[in-house]
């Protein structure tokens, strides 16, 4: 049920950064106009523009993680010595990516040097 819940939670924040979320806004906004206009004070306004300027932030944001990610995949790719399993958490929820830096911060320092040439 938990799983479950968490999976929702992190699809529901991607697609608050997909531009139909903002058609939704509008859509909505045109609806409210058009069945009860007498109430879209300057509260409603108030809450349009955050409602806006969520969505603006939450674009930017996953705008911003898209690139760091794939920067980070291309210097992955670089490095002969990555694992490659660490270009596959981008599709983890939150708290699996959480335990799996824990995990790596735990591990033994040796692991995660380059293991030297043969002589």
Known sequence: ???RFRQILTTLGVSTSHPAAFIMVFVYVAAWLA????SFDWHAVATVATWLMTLIIQRAEHRDTQAIHAKLDELL??????RN??????????????????QERRAPEHSLQPSAPPS
């Open 1 to 3: 049920m938990m799983q």
């Open 35 to 38: 069945v009860s206009p007498h």
């Open 77 to 82: 790719r670089a490095e002969g010595h990555a």
């Open 85 to 102: 399993e660490l270009t596959e958490l981008d599709d983890e929820e939150p708290e699996v990516i959480k335990e799996r830096r824990l």
